[in-house]
């Protein structure tokens, strides 16, 4: 069994985090995927109205990003992951 622990990081700050145990190493992206989406806050009022896509930042690149509909915060985001120790 493999322990995971994925997370979601806005401007380098934890918004989310979350354990896992697969029976094969790269099974962690599918067990995310099957799973229903966080409930995320927004780290500036609180409120839990808040999207997480994609947009265009850089000509052709795409970044993800962290959206609050209550108070306009926006901020690049990023999921990390790796083995739990």
Same mark, same amino acid.
Request: net charge positive; proline share 0%; charged share 30%.
């Given at each position: 069994m493999?322990?995971?622990?994925a !997370?979601?990081?806005?401007d380098g700050y934890l918004i989310w985090s979350r354990g896992s145990e697969t029976k094969e190493a790269q099974a962690l992206r599918d067990e995310l995927r099957n799973r229903p989406g966080p409930n995320l806050r927004c780290p500036d009022c609180m409120v839990d109205a808040v999207a997480v896509?994609?947009?265009?930042?850089?000509? !052709?690149?795409?970044?993800?990003?962290?959206e609050c509909r209550n108070c306009?915060?926006?901020?690049p985001s990023?999921?990390?992951y790796g083995p739990e120790r």
């Open positions: 493999y322990k995971w622990r !997370a979601i990081l806005v896509g994609q947009k265009s930042a850089d000509g !052709a690149k795409v970044q993800r990003w962290f306009g915060y926006e901020s990023e999921i990390v």
